[in-house]
């Protein structure tokens, strides 16, 4: 397999957009210092063709497939219809932590385009006509494109999410994606992560453990990699070690003030010995580099092991200046916490009944409240890269399930980066992480599968459970969190006590019957996997939807209340860290939940306002205005110039969203107008229902219209609603307002042609790039 280097060219650091020039750097990242000559001590050459081989025997034919056999020790057939599918039970799949970097085959076919591979972890009961039919386009997403001919050809292919070692216990490959074609298979390698880096050269990318991922330098026993640095007044090296492997391994920070040995040789003080001698999870560590305050020394990070070329993770390795005052009255620390599902109107602070949010109305009171924020989408995985880029999602280019957000966007996460932050992502879903490329500027990423209870969405806990100790290790250095909790996402079921808090117990069992037996009844295949049933499923299920859908509510108002608690439990840390006044914590959410308010459950289906008014809260003590209530619509697009402006940085010239200083400020403020979608995709499948449906709308401080472009029998083409008495948009009052739809159709169009225009390309082409930069890029994982 074809080599990347993963060594990286020098990129100075600003300190930032304020003080660049006038400064040293708050920080000084090693990942971005690192040279080829960085790393000396070359632990060898590379291991070539790295891999585990797998057997050509055993393989079943699927469906489309005929004639499959192993002749002349290749593995043959033919396919019938498309797709032709074969399938392995690999009962000697590794069970390890290690994740598979690609899958490497070697083979020819007559005809086609496209080759795929899936993977499925199931232990028993695995049938694959039923996999392959319950899950349309998946495991089908691994694809790979196949040139038909009579010669042997290698094609790599790496899975577009993290799949681990164990999730391969059983294989299926698609040769071809025509019938009628003849394939032949020579070989079949997995390439696991840990082959994958012993046979590159050492050096910067991106890397996780335990689905916790660092902007990483990569090194192999006996190698050590030198820095010649100039020391901030209080610095500290802040870095996370770890391994790929189960033998011991040993990690040394050094530092070389210019004295030679008698040897001749630089003599090394050494600061800081670890030994890790169990693989696949991070250990956070520090030095102190107080001794060499203000002085040019060589900092030294060396590896060794008994084992040959062990490989050793540096995670996230950083000088910063510990107590730098900041600029005026820019905070510290910048924590947003992105709700996930969560309903403007079922928080005490926006006017609920229910005792579901008393430490989030707290942050109201003693902040600035909005009273009429959009969200530009209505589900997770085009709301977060809008609100992450300042970008519409027509702009942005992330409409679909396996969008990227393309390298060239900068994210709100990389402006606080460069300007030497420490920055922090917590997901709570797939879709807020590496996958849409949301990895950007993050020091470090806690992915979703990194939770313990993969069946469960309440991550509040256990992610402020990670933040505690991380806020207390950053206590003295400027610091952005992006914090994405899950707890009012379905299931809806909380854990005690909250799963009692607003349903009666006696209720629990029948209700959950109910929600297994009502899936029959749903037609839409995503939406039978969510259990998330119409009104029409319900009543033909028999059902009373009204009593349905009110447990429902109760589950997801405990859901509410128990995320609340560790919102809490948060912010009494900040204050007892001395944290509180230097903390800016922006609370909001990235769409709301229908419950039949339109007929359906879920969310992404549409932009009412159950999905798309949003709670917008700023706190911060002492530069906060407290108890102030702002009514003019905002957008979520508005929150990354907001929080730019706050910590006194520059804004990139290309975003969409306006700064939210003024009317913290009460301070002048245009009329403007705030705009939603529900967008047609090419391949709806992924995306939430209805998928004949098209929608947008646009909000001014007196009225809401909805243009639905593309629409089911029935449903008129525009709609109008009262945006302040009608919050969700039950009353359509078009017919009797021709001129109000008329001219907020005006600037729904007019918005729509600009977005479009914008438009970023979905990758940059190579030549457009210097080379070096490519390589940056491609290593950290924001190119494919």
Known sequence: MPRTALSLPIVMIAASCRSAGTAPPMSLRL???????????????????PGTLLPLTGWEAGPGVTGLAVADGKLTGRSTTAPPVIHLDWAAVPRTEDTVHSIVLRMKVSAGSQAAIGFSGEETGFDLRKQIADTKDWPWQTTGLIHPGDELRTIEIAPPLTCLARDLRHIMIRPTDVAGAAFTIESIRVVFREDYLKSIPSGVSWQGLSEIYHETLVTRSPEVARFKLKMPQRPVLDFSIGTV??????????????????????????????????????????????????????????????????????????????????????????????ADTLRRDHLGAYGYKRPTSPNIDKLAAEGTAFDACVGQATWTKVATPAMMSSLYPATNGVRE????????????????????????SY????????????????????????????????????????????????????FFVFLHVSDPHDPFKPYAPYDTMFNDPAKAASHERAMESV??????????AFGMPSRAELVKAGLDADLYTALNEGWYDG????????????TERLDALGLA??????????????????????????????LNNLPLIFHRPGSVPAGRRVAQPVESIDIMPTLIGMSGLAAPSELQGTSLVPLLAAGSWAP??????????????DCPPPHDAQSFSVTDEAWKLIHNEQRAPGIPEFELFDAVHDPLNLANVAAAHPDVVERLSRALTSWKSKADAARVAAEQKETDIKPEDLERLRSLGYVR
Do not use: C
């Open 672 to 685: 403007r107008f705030a705009f939603s979608q529900k967008a047609e995709t090419k391949d709806g499948n």
């Open 401 to 424: 399930f396996f969008d990227r957000l393309p390298a060239s966007v900068t994210t709100l996460a990389e402006i606080y980066q460069r300007a030497g932050y420490a920055t922090l």
């Open 245 to 338: 492997e189960d033998t011991p391994v040993t990690f040394r920070v050094g530092a070389i003030v210019g004295e030679t040995s008698q040897f001749g040789e630089p003599a090394v003080a050494q600061l800081f010995t670890r030994t890790v001698t169990k693989g696949h999870r991070w250990e956070r560590a520090g030095v102190d580099l107080t001794p060499f305050s203000g002085r040019k020394i060589t900092l030294t990070l060396s590896l060794t092991s008994e084992t040959p070329a062990a490989v050793g993770l540096w995670g996230s390795p950083v000088v910063r200046d510990r107590g730098r005052p900041m600029e005026g009255d820019a905070p510290q620390g910048v924590i947003l916490v992105w």
């Open 559 to 570: 859901s509410i209340r128990g995320m609340d608690a560790e919102i809490g439990r948060l």
């Open 427 to 478: 997901s709570s879903i797939l879709f807020t992480g590496q996958m849409t490329n949301l990895h950007q500027g993050f020091d470090e990423l806690h992915e979703s599968g990194s939770l313990p209870d993969q069946k469960s969405s309440k991550t509040a806990r256990e992610y402020v459970d990670r933040l505690l100790p991380w806020l207390e290790a950053h206590r003295d250095v400027p």
């Open 519 to 528: 899936k029959r009844f749903i037609a839409d295949p995503l939406m039978k």
């Open 31 to 49: 990942t971005e210092l690192a040279t080829p000559t960085s790393i000396v001590s070359q632990a060898g050459k590379p291991v070539d063709n």
């Open 581 to 610: 006044q230097k903390t800016l914590i922006v609370f909001t959410a990235d769409h709301g939940e229908e419950f039949l308010e339109h007929g359906r459950s879920f969310h992404g289906q549409s932009v009412y306002g159950e």
